[in-house]
């Protein structure tokens, strides 16, 4: 079960860090379409300008980073509800059988299985 969760942490981290390099790459695109759309990109922008585009690039990749984060919480909660959830379902399987057996005995509960 080690392995699986490594291989599915490993899955998570590389789906979340491609959705990170895509919505980075949307709000550059976004941003740039932005700019001056009379330039074409010859004149060279003011200093104040330049350090606004900058900070608002900088808040825009910390809620990226902080949506990501959020996100890997929540498949890290949903991960263990699974889990949570598989260990009651066999329980309850267990159970099930359980009676069966004590119930209808072991040669009749073993044809219900095979319907």
Known sequence: MDRDSHSEDTLSTMVLENIKNKLIHA????????????????AVRPVSMSRSYQANEELRRAQIDGAITWL????????????QLAQTLLGLNSEIQRLRRESFGGVEAEGDDQQ
């Open 72 to 83: 890997r919480s929540e498949l890290l909660e949903m991960r263990s509800q699974d889990l």
């Open 27 to 42: 709000f550059r695109a976004t941003g740039e379409s932005r700019g001056n759309p009379e330039d074409s990109g010859a």
